[in-house]
């Protein structure tokens, strides 16, 4: 819309080019309902572009953002499972910034516990440049390359698994 100011004279443009978007799960069906509210009544709901923010942040947004990921990252439900290392690190990241968190410490204790096991016991036994229980930055890159060194490791056993060839005995007839 900043781009291309022309293209949005009014707010009823805006608010339905923005629409356009909401394509999926809670988003689609929120406009879907605003269009049968349009249909029932002649009048879309939202007149608006101040009303749609307004709308928009108390469907969307979490009522208390901090107290939501505090107790996300405080639970026993918030691990990194089958995501990579660089997925697991961007929800991290989100949570952290949206918990307040600030400390190092904390925060290096927080990523650790939610670390496959093996990718953190590996960094924790690193005999030798093991990051310091406050260095952040050193335990994401120590993750990052134990996941990276995982991955290339599983990529050539695959091509192992799918290149050998398995010698066959013939059977006398």
């Known amino acids: 819309m900043r781009?291309?100011?022309e293209q949005f004279t009014c707010d009823e443009e805006k608010i339905f080019w923005t629409l356009?978007?909401?394509?999926?799960?809670?988003?689609?069906?929120?406009?879907e309902n605003l269009?049968?509210?349009e249909a029932d009544t002649g009048i879309f709901p939202i007149q608006?572009?101040?009303d749609f923010e307004q709308q928009f942040r108390s469907q969307f947004f979490l009522v208390n953002a901090e107290a939501d990921a505090i107790n996300t990252l405080a639970g026993s439900l918030y691990y990194q499972g089958n995501w990579t290392v660089d997925n697991y690190l961007d929800s991290f990241l989100i949570l952290a910034?949206?918990?307040?968190y600030m400390d190092p410490q904390t925060l290096v204790v927080k990523f650790r516990r939610g670390l496959k096991l093996n990718v953190q016991s590996q960094i924790a036994t690193m005999p030798f440049?093991?990051?310091?229980?406050?260095?952040?930055?050193?335990?994401?890159?120590?993750a990052r390359r134990i996941d990276q060194a995982r991955l290339v490791?599983?990529?050539?056993q695959s091509t192992l698994r799918s290149t050998t060839v398995i010698p066959t005995r013939s059977v006398p007839t």
């Not at 999926?24 to 069906?29: F, I, N, P």
């Not at 910034?97 to 307040?100: E, H, L, P, V, Y």
């Not at 440049?129 to 120590?142: C, F, H, K, V």
């Open 153 to 156: 490791n599983e990529a050539f």
């Open 20 to 31: 356009t978007f909401f394509k999926d799960r809670r988003a689609a069906k929120w406009s």
């Open 3 to 5: 781009l291309a100011p």
């Open 97 to 100: 910034s949206d918990a307040g």
């Open 48 to 50: 608006s572009w101040v």
């Open 35 to 37: 269009f049968h509210q």
């Open 129 to 142: 440049g093991r990051p310091t229980d406050t260095d952040l930055q050193a335990w994401y890159a120590a």
